[in-house]
């Protein structure tokens, strides 16, 4: 599974952004997606996960009602709509593939694209 993140970009806080995971491979609807950050000098951060079949998501608390996962499994692709956004959402956003079912642990993914940048100004 390749994955391909892209959506980032440069936004005023209580704005909105979608971040898009695109996704290569066949086998693509059988894996759990999870989105993570990583801002400077900090740890990788769960955010959001979703299962195989969309029916099943987890949000980290820090973006409960703001940010919504989704997929659309005849796209091969998982989104992140962002909303009200606020400076400390600021990092660069990996989404990752996980054959073992949903997670918010990046110890239990298995693929992840490159990551894209998010910048929110105050």
């Known amino acids: 599974v390749q994955l391909q993140a892209s959506g980032g970009g440069l936004v005023q806080a209580g704005g909105s952004l979608r971040l898009s995971c695109a996704a290569s491979?066949?086998?693509?609807?059988?894996?759990?997606v999870g989105w993570f950050r990583q801002a400077p000098g900090k740890e990788r951060e769960f955010v959001a996960s979703?299962?195989?079949?969309?029916?099943?998501?987890y949000h980290a608390d820090s973006v409960k009602g703001r940010f919504t996962i989704s997929r659309d499994s005849a796209k091969n692709t998982v989104y992140l709509q962002m909303n009200s956004m606020k400076p400390e959402d600021t990092a660069v956003y990996y989404c990752?593939?996980?054959?073992?079912?949903?997670?918010?642990?990046?110890?239990?993914?298995?693929?992840w694209g490159q990551g894209t940048l998010v910048t929110v100004s105050s």
């Open positions: 491979g066949r086998t693509f609807g059988t894996y759990a």
């Open positions: 990752a593939a996980s054959g073992r079912g949903v997670s918010a642990s990046r110890y239990g993914y298995n693929y």
């Open positions: 979703i299962s195989w079949s969309g029916g099943t998501t």
